[in-house]
């Protein structure tokens, strides 16, 4: 199936440090949203994004929906332990239609 | 609001036999529901999308013989791994819609493990 060019694959950064990600889709999406995925765990909905352009924050989480609807971009400021975990970028086209994944980002903090 | 559930949350079964896994809407109607299926270190997969009183549409590569989906009320999905062989061994994860929106709430997942 389709799958969105989701990088960095993985990261290692120390505590207080902030972190980027980003996804490409050779797709027009409608809608990209950011998700964090815990071991054993189903994703976590962190941002939304509507409209070309669109700036969104949640915290210390900051995510950009591309001019071209064709990428994204996450930000995640003074990282710290708890934000351990895998990251993944979702597009949606429109309609009530299923979404597409990036492949990750896992994210590992060192206190 | 907007909980989804799944039970088991684990299952460990033999070779050959059937597992049943659900899907539910706790607060909310959901018309339509995704099964994804996710390998160790890898990334969500599409397997198919249920829709209420209506056959599942199964993505290409999945067998709806094998991945058999029911969807009969707007608060649960069922989906019934038949014959499981190890290779059937993967997270499972639903999600619902929102009756009336795009917005997908995904449930905590249910690994299997097919001895």
């Known amino acids: 199936g389709q799958q969105l060019n989701q990088s960095p694959q993985s990261m290692f950064i120390q505590e207080g440090e902030d972190v980027s990600m980003n996804c490409t889709s050779s797709?027009?999406?409608?809608?990209w949203l950011w998700y964090k995925q815990d071991p054993g765990e189903g994703p976590v909905l962190l941002i939304a994004?509507?409209?070309?352009?669109e700036l969104t924050s949640n915290g210390r989480l900051t995510a950009q929906f591309g001019i071209t609807r064709k990428d994204s971009f996450l930000n995640i400021s003074a990282s710290i332990p708890s934000d351990v975990g895998i990251y993944f970028c979702?597009?949606?086209?429109?309609?009530?239609?299923?979404?597409?994944f990036g492949k990750g980002t896992r994210l590992s903090v060192i206190a | 609001g907007a909980v989804v559930s799944q039970h088991p949350s684990r299952v460990i079964c033999k070779s050959g036999t059937s597992v049943k896994i659900e899907c539910r809407s706790l607060?909310?109607?959901?018309?339509?529901m995704f099964w994804y299926r996710q390998f160790p270190k890898q990334s969500l997969m599409l397997m198919a999308t249920?829709?209420?009183?209506?056959?599942?549409?199964?993505e290409q590569g999945v067998e709806k013989d094998k991945f058999l989906i029911n969807h009969a009320s707007l608060t649960l999905s069922t989906l019934t791994v038949t014959s499981a062989h190890p290779e059937d061994s993967s997270f499972y994860i639903c999600?619902?819609?929102?009756?009336?929106?795009?917005?997908?709430?995904f449930g905590p997942g249910t690994r299997l493990t097919v001895l």
């Open positions: 999600s619902a819609t929102l009756t009336g929106t795009d917005t997908q709430y």
């Open positions: 797709s027009i999406f409608n809608t």
């Open positions: 994004l509507y409209k070309a352009g």
């Open positions: 979702a597009g949606q086209l429109p309609g009530n239609t299923p979404l597409v």
């Open positions: 607060d909310f109607q959901a018309t339509t």
């Open positions: 249920s829709n209420e009183g209506s056959k599942a549409t199964y």
